[in-house]
């Protein structure tokens, strides 16, 4: 049983063919063009999906695709994308259908990789389970009593937009001192910048770390702690079996694993601090295209 | 059809027969003894409960019972209570069931609340709500696709123990600057004894407010806002239809609700913001006997 799992990015589109034991081949990696009109881009997909299928004379039975921004997935719809122009309520999911003649499942790509964690990742085996994902932006999934839950309009997880203070800066979603306001890794990028000037990266911001530099540990730090006042929250409203830390920033691994588990199991309240898991996400660079598969 | 519903409470035992349309009779409100042993207080429920099943004459086909600490729900088993002492890993549930010969099930009193509210009050029709209880303390039940969650362990809903700062007053949770910290009654109870004197009540505050007294209105304006800050976050990761208010704390009414609701649909995120229907509580002191009463 074979089905193709895409991962619709602003930055790049990737997309594979997904056994049931989650391997994947006929990898494809293009990059998203930038200010790429509408129908381009959904040429671009179709085309690169009746490419891998007949390339691999694989017998497909459905295709899933994670997109960069809000969906209605009942209905397959498309609501917009923050960071790719011209999308506004579009039904890709149809559309994809009709040209490719195959069953086609839509989701947010949080959503997706939540699901993919939860079936072949470090989510394996939870019931109730939180994934957050750290990069540009800071979203997260919530599966609760084993399904992926979606909220009243389907628009919950927005974990990246709780309140870590009653006072601080303002977010672009109008909240107040939202996390990713703190955490987002434009602004762990901005404070690498004010210490070790404009060519920090947060690849070197995490090498510096680990090789005992105080200060970049101190930025370290403050991430997670910040991060730890979210999850604490979380942890003491959902009281999950695991909380599972995916997205660029997570790379910088047990530089915020560590402090971010000690913090949370000593703040959190007793009985659902010692029954939460903290771990890293395992599927990586696939986490997308694997999820995206298990829609269908 | 009758059940009983048995709101054990550490001021007061209050129970009644419940019949399919909510309505309660042969009401009982008993004080709870201070320092009462453990089986004493079993025996006062259990004869009450024989005493109104023979007075009413009906037929009664089980028992519910909302308790104030965890419990383990599926074992109907208590862990214990925080204010009344002496319980520890009791099997109320079984003990109950032995010596009145009838189906009994047991919860904690906030998942009583929630779950009175969502059958037969203001989250009637939900699917996803949340149910806040203000009072000595902020506690919250979750209606998830229109089940009661329990989370991973059976401590989900602990609304009152999410930070609201990243620094701030330490909790008797252990956690820091918990949204009860700030709202428990007792709380706001030192602020308005600072101002107003030692005579001052929450009653008095709330009369006060609503003759215009500025000091008071700060008060609550700034009780409102604290709310807010953790509402805020809970509406943008579960997206919930509705969030009721109930508890003490809650009879201020429109003092705490016009400016609560303001803020979230405000600052909360615009999808879930529109989404949202922020309401008090409707059972009143009826809550517990009849959220009780629906275990059954």
Redesign the interface.
């Known amino acids: 049983m074979y089905t193709i799992g895409v991962d619709l990015g602003a930055t790049f589109v990737k997309m594979g063919i997904v056994d049931s034991k989650a391997r994947v081949s006929y990898r494809r990696k293009i990059q998203t063009p930038s200010g790429v009109k509408k129908s381009h881009l959904i040429d671009i997909i179709v085309c690169n999906i009746r490419d891998i299928i007949k390339e691999s004379g694989k017998k497909v039975s459905g295709v899933g695709i994670g997109v960069p921004g ?1 969906v209605d997935s009942e209905k397959g719809i498309v609501h917009y994308f923050p960071n790719i122009k011209g999308w506004k309520e579009v039904p890709l999911e149809s559309i994809l259908k009709k040209r490719l003649g195959l069953r086609v499942k839509l989701d947010n790509d949080v959503n997706v990789t939540t699901l993919g964690e939860f079936v072949f990742g470090s989510g394996k085996g ?3 389970l939180v994934c957050i994902t750290l990069g540009t932006g800071v979203g ?1 999934g ?1 599966i ?2 084993g ?1 992926l ?11 990246g ?6 006072t601080g800066p303002e977010c672009n ?4 001192a939202c996390l990713e306001r703190y955490i987002g890794n434009r602004y762990i990028l901005e404070r690498a910048r004010k210490v070790f000037g404009n060519s920090a990266t947060l690849e070197k911001l995490s090498a510096l770390a680990r090789s005992g530099n105080k200060k970049a540990i101190a930025i370290w730090l403050d991430v997670a ?2 991060l730890s ?2 999850l ?3 942890v ?6 695991k909380i599972v830390i995916g997205g660029g920033v997570s790379k910088a691994g047990p530089l915020i694993l560590v402090p971010l588990s000690k913090e949370i199991k ?7 601090a ?3 898991k903290i771990c890293l996400a395992k599927l990586g660079a696939d986490a997308g295209i694997i999820g995206a598969s298990l829609l269908v």
Chains 1, 2 share one sequence.
Do not use: F, W
């Open positions: 809000p939870c019931e109730n997260g919530i609760i009593n399904k839950y979606r909220g009243g309009s389907m628009v919950a997880g927005e974990i937009h709780m309140p870590i203070n009653e979603c109008r909240g107040i702690k910040k006042v979210t604490i929250g979380v003491n409203l959902l009281n999950p079996d000593s703040r959190a309240m007793k009985d659902q010692r029954h939460v």
